[in-house]
């Protein structure tokens, strides 16, 4: 790995002026991107982590009309909350998003603290969306590094996603934030990562950075060989996973009127009923469920 250098010469200034101008022309009118208020930030984050910024967007305008501050969606049922997170996947992140209202109504006076280590204390808030949020609700200066602002700078800074340790990256991205455009500066390492800096094939003809960025110009660190790339050659199809049983277990509780008992006693997909009862009690165990013994089998429902 690379060592740390001067973030000056790693991302030069006028490579982080290209890049808010390319940004303030070609930013993704997401519906979220014209809020500041920090609990629509806070859901923002939460929903756009490991979903597409598209289909983030669209629940949030629905999640924000229906619970528009931390107060109402803490005294939701979870049930309701459930159902509002459906197709976002991952969904203990609508539980825990639940569990930070409750934090910040009764910690915080119902209002969403400004600093990344309260933050970060919020159930289901990690350095990356601590620091997402810091950024553009609060204007702070923290860099909030995800997996495409790691390949950005990354590549700009040493050649490759994985070319810098992840505390110097993180030093790195802190150290690159403008003063006075933190949030502009989060949103466009974003669209960078995800318009441009694709994992595979980057648009370095058309990104902003190209000027300044070290895997355009050739350094290529993480080229060959990679675990990571050994890994992503023998991904798993997706309906294999137990990720995606567990979606289909709770697609199913969602369908169901409320409060009824769906039977959980037959294979899902290629998922025979043994894997099955066991995604249901996991789940259950997660607070996700209840579940109970029914005369075929587990039996389980959104939780009241
Ligand atoms: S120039 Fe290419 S590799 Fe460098 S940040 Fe832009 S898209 Fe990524």
């Known amino acids: ?3 740390p250098g001067d973030p000056d010469v790693l991302v030069p200034p006028p ?3 290209a890049i808010l101008a390319w940004y303030a022309e070609a930013a993704r009118p997401l519906a979220f991107r014209r809020t500041g208020d920090p609990y629509a930030v806070l859901v923002s984050e939460l929903m756009a982590q490991q979903t597409q910024a598209v289909r983030a967007a669209e629940a949030w305008t629905t999640w924000i009309a229906r619970w528009p501050t931390p107060a109402e ?3 939701a049922p979870v049930a309701d909350v459930l159902r509002a997170w459906a197709g976002l996947g991952y969904n203990r992140r609508a539980v825990a998003l639940r569990r930070a209202a409750q934090v910040i109504v009764a910690e915080h006076g119902g209002r969403v603290p400004d600093d990344v280590a309260a933050l970060e204390a919020l159930p289901g808030v990690g350095p990356y969306t601590a620091r997402a949020v810091a950024a553009i609700a609060f204007g702070r200066a923290v860099g ?3 997996t495409n602002v790691r390949r950005v700078l990354g590549r700009v800074a040493a050649g490759g996603a994985d070319a810098l340790a992840p505390r110097d990256l ?5 150290a690159v934030v403008p003063a006075d455009a933190a ?3 989060t949103h466009a390492l974003m669209d960078v990562g995800a318009l441009l800096c694709a994992p595979q094939a980057p648009r370095c003809g058309e990104c902003p950075a190209a000027t300044w960025c070290r895997h355009a110009a050739g350094e290529r660190p993480d080229a060959h060989g990679s675990r990571r790339a050994g890994r992503a050659g023998q991904a798993v199809p997706f309906p294999l ?3 995606w049983l567990r979606g289909r277990v709770l697609d199913l509780a969602r369908a169901a009127p409320d409060g009824a008992w769906v039977a959980y006693a037959e294979p899902i997909g290629t998922h025979a009923a043994s894997a099955v009862r066991e995604a249901v009690l996991l789940l259950a165990s997660e607070g996700l469920l209840d579940a109970r013994e029914g005369s075929d089998g587990v039996e389980a429902r959104l939780p009241g």
């Open 170 to 174: 993180q030093a790195l991205a802190d």
């Open 15 to 17: 490579a982080r002026a």
């Open 1 to 3: 790995m690379t060592s």
């Open 144 to 146: 909030a590094v995800d």
């Open 73 to 75: 969606l803490a005294s």
């Open 183 to 185: 949030g502009p500066w």
């Open 241 to 243: 996973t137990r990720r």
